[in-house]
């Protein structure tokens, strides 16, 4: 008995310890991912797993502003009684976080002209203050801005007017690319600190990280993710074609550890993200975890993950701050998830990982001109949160015509590991797919318990390559370049999602399609960043107008502007003629691991299929965007869902203890927060991603 005591109280001295060396305010939801350590966890225990079916709406708020194939991607943040987020159109608001009523509503466009004008999608805010000075900071298209978090009012003085052009600053000589803001930046001291969405074609820009002081404007600190010449990295890249390589950018978001003063960065693949005949070597630091001092810059340390991707591999999700115990001893660590189904856990002063990681032997490339690297690493722990390898067993096999439907389009197909390289001769399946694995809403983590959340997509794709020599003029090798990846080389696109772009002359004029290019619509950006030159044979090769004498000739691979030598054939799910996708299910799934000893606790499936529940199957999971929150009254809150629902779970079995039906799919994170003593969960409700487009944000609450 005397044991147990001394047992007993080591625990609560040891659970004691672990809390007095963390000031993070659990109940606080006014950072992207929750908490500051983007933990996506609520200390809240008003909703409980005894009340928790007893939630209902409280409020909505309807932005009025959704289109066809708009999306909401926004986690909203709350600060003094305030939620602000984004609508589908970009605009910027504030709401009364208890009753969802309009404070106020900033449409950037009055700043920045052109109307209707693409500017992509907004994954949230960032919240900074000085003594009565609040500011909302944001990005919309290729522009930061910073606005009165109180109003709404434009900060007149920061940047330029208001505004600062994300195009400018790079230390390059364009300044013509696609850039778009669509995750929120991180607040340091009076530094925010901000990356981008990229063109993933040879036209990109490089993905510099930069860091902008949240008063003036101006830049502070910019750190070269594709390194410049005499900088640590650059013998990791071809140097012939370096300066015209763009990506290495970070897409997701980024997370800080205020303590240390370490901004955490993960990044993506460098282009073309098919072809890496034009950047031999490993390519630093593209799809890496870059552990950056925020007050300079400086790398600390860095890891990288895949080594000279050529399968779009980025890091899709900011990184989670963890504390976890390990050989008796707590230890702050960092997680990142990946779209490979690994998360890579590292010390976060030192970059030491927590459990070894290999670098493993993998197959190469035969791709003429393409020279893949001999090894990726790969993490003993902890367990993947998904299955690792599609083979022959694990083609759709719920009817008969399904499972040959699938075999049919995998006749000539290469399947069986994960890192098989694209092929000029044989499609291979990618599997996990270019969407995850991972996606960009994140995981979930538990500071009590040390227990991890992670959704996941596990759905098989095709990739294609054509070589570059087979285009017949030069407007089908500029459409390639602008337009292949999600159109396709033959055009046919990947409806509902993406619109086939088959006799597109019945709909379209030559002005009116040259409007659509300059301006965007939907998913798909402003072309308004390519040469005038260019523009005119794409919209003559679109239209199905005759090709002029000077653009019958092929492109060559060393003419000025660089082109791949090999295309992808276009973003395409192994699905059947039906939809389905051509792997069994589950295809979404929900897992939780325990980070202490990296071994997974439970996994579900996630989401909903009626069609296939009402023929009989078990529920097989759907396609899911958003990510997970977890709560101190003992449960997991996640939409992402296709199936247009919200779910709550029990965070100890995985067990499903609620469900509400949304106005459209929350492709989304929730927040969780409390005001006047009621604890609220929020999600965005914007659709899209093949689902109908919708303009809600809904919060649920207990009734009196």
Partial sequence: MKNQWLSFIFIVLAVSCQQAETSIDYTDWSHYGGPEDASRYSALSQITKENVQNLSVAWTYQTGDATERSQIQCQPIVKNGLLYGSTPSLNIFALNAATGEEIWRFDPFEILGGENSWAGTNRGVSYWE??????ILFGAGNWLMAVNADTGAPISDFGDGGKVDLRKGLDTERE?????ANAPGVVYKDLLIIGMRLSEGLDAAPGHIRAYDIRSGERKWIFHTIPLEGEDGFETWDPKYISQIGGANNWAGMTLDQTHGIVFVPTGSATYDFYGGYRHGDNLYSNSLLALNAETGE???????V?????????PANPNLIRIQKDGKWIDAVAQISKQGYTYVFDRQTGDPIWPITETTVPQSTLPGEKTSPTQPIPSLPEPFMNMVF???DMLNLKPEWTADIQSQLENALLGDTWLPPNADQPIVLFPGMDGGGEWG????DPETQIFYVNANQIPWIIGMTPNSKFENVGQSIYTNYCGNCHGLD???????????????????FDSLDYLLQKGRGAMPAFDYISKEELLVLMDF?????????????LESEKSALYPRYYMDGYKKLTTKEGLYGSNPPWGLLTAIDMNTGLKKWQIPLGEIDSLSAMGFEATGTENYGGPVVTAGGLVFIAATKDEKIRAFDKETGEKLWEAKLPASGHATPAMYEMNGKQYLVIACGGGKGTKSGDSYVAFALPH
């Fill in 130 to 135: 000085d003594g009565e000075d609040r500011r």
């Fill in 176 to 180: 013509d690319f696609l850039i778009v």
């Fill in 299 to 305: 790398r600390i340390w860095h890891f990288q993950a």
């Fill in 307 to 315: 080594h000279h991707d050529v399968w779009d591999r980025d890091f």
């Fill in 391 to 393: 083979e022959e067993r």
């Fill in 442 to 445: 994140g995981a979930a983590f």
């Fill in 491 to 509: 055009r046919k696109g990947n409806p509902p999602a993406i619109p086939s772009l088959i006799g597109l002359e019945e709909k379209y004029t």
């Fill in 542 to 554: 679109l239209l199905g107008n005759p090709p002029a004498d000077n653009d019958k000739k092929e």
